[in-house]
């Protein structure tokens, strides 16, 4: 058995600054860990990280395509990563706070999960990228 624990998650970005300066501000995800410029790949990322040790690695490709997806269940049309699930205290506040304040799209509301005492809700970032957010009773 190989042990393993989360280190993060990647995502390809259209607007680099841009999503960094949104996952700054509507997720505390300020600390640069790690910035690459690769010009032989094509490529710039930024790896961010918050106080609570969310990393998210951004991965910015001129010419990508966007991936869009009405309903969290539309993106398991493709065999990849779907959403990055992200556990907040406060559900309704999270999602107000996100989709208000800091403009993400809402996908799906905060509704009861399939668990007993967990809520989920779903969000798009600016570019389009699935978020969860749970909210787990007791946690």
Known sequence: ?????????????????AQEAWYGSALGLTHVDERLEMPEAGVRTVVLSSAD????EFVERPGSSPAA???PFAATAVQT???LALQVPELEAAFAHLTGECGA?????????ATPGMRYAYIA??????LELIEVSGE
């Open 105 to 113: 799209a809402p996908v799906s509301p905060p509704a009861p999960g």
């Open 69 to 71: 997806y009405a309903d």
């Open 125 to 130: 970032d600016p570019e389009g990228n699935l």
């Open 81 to 83: 990563f779907t959403h």
């Open 1 to 17: 058995m190989t042990t393993a624990r989360f280190h993060h998650i990647s995502l390809s970005v259209a607007d680099l600054t």
């Open 53 to 56: 040790g969310l990393r998210v």
